[in-house]
């Protein structure tokens, strides 16, 4: 297949060049990191921050306590080592503030996040590696997330809706009839799905079926099943649980019909394809969130102190070979459908 001087390809190329060139040179802020669990691809995303960060700027790391709980806001009733150097060093990051070196704080997983909103200051906030969801219940239960004096970015660890329709559009351009099994929960997830379907040309079909509890969830695939040419797993509750997973992929299976997601994952346990971000990635896209907060903290624009929030951007397309074969589909290599994805749309 030829690939020269493919539009796509120069447009991955031209967002990896500006994601370097932005990396590099946010690298020289002073950045706090704040981590609140040891998850694999938490320290992934942490070590990649690490080694883009240039010898001019300052690198902390503080480990939150089980729990959650912020060294710095805990040093004032306990006063152990490790937890007084952390302090310290976030006052140390905040004495360096000037115009072109402001400090930067990055929250790292869901238990960071709620822990830095509630961090006194004013340096800028990235929340990092959080879904959806764990944003929306964020958003409820922290006020201090929308201060008039503090700048807050969010970038989400799933891509966009959006983006996981391009990727059915690429796989399956004759379809548009996308089944969803959702919970109460799953709301924002729904209406972001609703309105990238709406917004397509031509627009999707999606017909969405709500399981309260474990034993609803056959009684709703019977029902979207027959009206759907792919189903799709969102990341909720559904697809953070193996076994109802597990049900979604064996109900496509039994009507022929191929299932998407957003996680390498559902790939592997027999879903067709999934458009995923990996933490190292995610790493170079808070970078540039991070930027993009730090000057419009410079700025000065106080009127809307609602949070920038973005999702990810997916860095590969994952296919399942075998079960593409099963359902009799040829499709294009996980590269190609990777650089469609990375197209202007």
Not at 44 to 65: C, N, P
Not at 169 to 177: E, G, I
Not at 321 to 329: F, N, P, S
């Amino acid at each position: 297949m030829r690939t020269v001087a493919h539009p796509a390809r120069l447009a991955l190329a031209a967002l990896v060049m500006c994601t370097a060139g932005a990396a590099a040179t946010a690298s020289a802020s002073n950045l706090t990191v704040l981590m609140g669990d040891d998850a694999a691809a938490s320290s992934e995303f942490v070590q990649q921050l690490r080694a883009d960060q240039g010898t001019d700027g300052k690198f902390d790391l503080v480990r939150l306590s089980p729990g959650g709980v912020d060294p710095q806001a805990a040093d004032n009733a306990a006063g152990a080592a490790d937890t007084e150097r952390a302090a310290n060093a976030g006052v140390r990051t905040r004495s360096l503030r000037t115009a072109a070196d402001a400090p930067l704080t990055m929250a790292v997983g869901p238990a960071a996040a709620r822990a830095a909103v509630e961090r006194p200051g004013q340096e800028p906030l990235v929340l990092a590696m959080l879904s959806r969801l764990e944003y929306e219940n964020l958003k409820a239960a922290s006020p201090a997330l929308r201060r008039a004096d503090r700048r807050v970015g969010v970038l989400l660890r799933d891509p966009a809706m959006a983006d996981q329709l391009a990727l059915i559009n690429a796989v399956l351009p004759q379809k548009r009839r996308i089944g969803v099994i959702a919970t109460a929960e799953s709301q924002p997830l729904v209406r972001e799905l609703q309105r990238a379907a709406q917004g397509a040309t031509p627009a999707w079909d999606v017909r969405v079926e709500y399981a309260p509890d474990a034993t609803s969830l056959a009684s709703a695939l019977r029902q979207v099943v027959p009206q759907s040419d792919a189903l799709m797993v969102l990341p909720d509750l559904i697809g953070d649980n193996q076994a109802a997973t597990l049900s979604v992929l064996r109900a496509g299976a039994g009507a022929g019909l191929p299932v998407f997601g957003a996680s390498e994952g559902l790939v592997r346990s027999g879903g067709l394809a999934a458009a995923v971000s990996t933490p190292s990635q995610l790493a170079h896209q808070a970078r540039l969130l991070g930027q993009k907060v730090a000057s419009a903290a410079g700025a000065g624009n106080s009127n809307n102190n609602s949070p920038l929030v973005e999702a990810a951007t997916p860095a590969t397309v994952r296919v399942n070979a075998t079960v593409a074969r099963g359902l009799g589909l040829r499709l294009p290599e996980e590269r190609e459908l990777t650089e469609r994805l990375a197209a202007p749309r």
